[in-house]
Structure formats: structure tokens, C-alpha cells
């Protein structure tokens, strides 16, 4: 089986993925290749912020990889906290503190409408691209579920009546944000050769 590097510090997003691409490639994490860098992220598009990571792991250790930038844009919120999504509330918050400013902020709002997008950089002999993944849904006004992680508990994605977080990762692969963009990556990679 090929393997491929993914760019990210954040081992949710490695289980989701090692588990989504388990058929077809062995995910090396960071820690694989000796890398322990805080990769900075300062671009202002989910894009600009994807292909920075991956850059980082081609430029400084010469291995093809991609990289996951992704985030929840509230619609109340004009977007925010979109790329903002991981320090939302302040440095070295933790993703419950993200949740109370998300709700505190939404307090006697009627609009719960959010999204959350992944976009993917993947870098590949010589070459770049992205893959975008949408997934549309409300902010509940409540904390549910103890599965996955940062805004997954007050996420409920359109059509279903359980939050991200009350749903196991199987469940969330088969149509996540983040599975979405992963799936375009799929089959780009299956049709290229
Ligand atoms: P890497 O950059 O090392 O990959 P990160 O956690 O900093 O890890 P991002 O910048 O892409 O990753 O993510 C920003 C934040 O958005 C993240 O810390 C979570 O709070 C939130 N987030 C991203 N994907 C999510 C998901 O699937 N479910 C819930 N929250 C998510």
C-alpha cells in the first residue's frame, strides 16, 4: 500500500482520516517523520492556511503530504470564527471555551444556520491541489455528545437529529465536511495514473 504524510498536529483529525483512507493508503502522521514543529497558520483563507502546512512538511523535510485546514463559518457571525475556528476564544483556549463564546454570542439569536469546511492541500510530485468539503447544519443551544472533538458537540448537520459529536466516527466519515473533501482527494488520486 502507498503511503502518504498528513501535515497535522491534531490526532482527531488523523483517526478520521487514517480511517477514511484505510483502503487506500497508510497515513504517516507527523510524529512519523520526526517532525514536532507548531506549523504556523497565517493566511487568511482555509486554502492559504492548507497549502502553508503542507509546504512546511515538503520544504523542510522533503516528503509529498497533505495538509487539512478546515473551521465553522456561523452565519449570525458574518463567517466567523471561519479560519479563526481553533484560538477562537483567545490563546491556549480549549475547544470548550470556543463552544461557550459561540453560544454566548448566539444567545436570542434565531439564525443557527452554520457551515464547516475542510479544504486539503495535497502536494504530489511537483504538483498542488485543493479539495474543498461543505457540510451545512445548526448550533444548538446546548452541549451534546462526547465523541470528536471541537465544535462537534453544538454541530447538528442538516437532516440528522444527533449533533457530530453524538455520532461515532464511522457515522461522521460517511459524510462529514472533512469526508467530503477527503472523497475528491480519492478519487483524484485513484484516476491519476
Ligand atoms: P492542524 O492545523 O495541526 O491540522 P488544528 O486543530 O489547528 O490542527 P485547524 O486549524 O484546521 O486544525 O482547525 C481549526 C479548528 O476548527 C480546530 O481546532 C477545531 O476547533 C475546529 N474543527 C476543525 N475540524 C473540525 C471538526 O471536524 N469537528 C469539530 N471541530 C473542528
Known amino acids: 500500500m502507498e503511503s502518504i504524510v498528513f501535515a497535522s498536529n491534531n490526532s482527531h483529525k488523523l483517526d478520521e482520516v487514517r480511517e477514511k483512507l484505510k483502503s487506500f493508503f497508510e497515513i504517516n502522521s507527523l510524529k512519523d517523520i520526526s517532525c514536532f514543529d507548531d506549523i504556523p497558520e497565517t493566511a487568511d483563507t482555509f486554502e492559504g492556511n492548507a497549502e502553508q502546512k503542507a509546504n512546511w512538511v515538503l520544504e523542510k523535510y522533503n516528503y509529498d503530504c497533505f495538509a487539512d485546514d478546515s473551521g465553522i463559518e456561523i452565519e449570525a457571525l458574518d ?15 480549549t475547544y470548550e471555551d470556543n463552544n461557550l463564546k459561540v453560544m454566548k454570542e448566539l444567545e436570542g439569536e434565531a439564525n443557527r444556520n452554520a457551515k464547516f469546511v475542510t479544504v486539503i492541500c495535497l502536494k504530489l510530485n511537483g504538483k498542488t491541489k485543493f479539495f474543498r468539503g461543505e457540510v451545512k447544519g445548526k448550533i444548538i443551544s446546548e452541549f451534546r455528545g462526547g465523541e470528536g472533538f471541537g ?31 477527503l472523497s475528491k482527494m480519492i478519487s483524484y488520486l485513484s484516476n491519476k495514473n
Open 79 to 93: 463567517g466567523r470564527p471561519g479560519v479563526f475556528s481553533a484560538r477562537y476564544a483567545g490563546e491556549n483556549c
Open 151 to 181: 465544535y462537534d458537540p453544538i454541530f447538528r448537520p442538516y437532516g440528522y437529529d444527533k449533533t457530530y459529536a453524538e455520532m461515532g466516527i464511522e457515522e461522521k466519515n460517511k459524510f462529514s465536511h472533512r469526508a467530503v473533501a
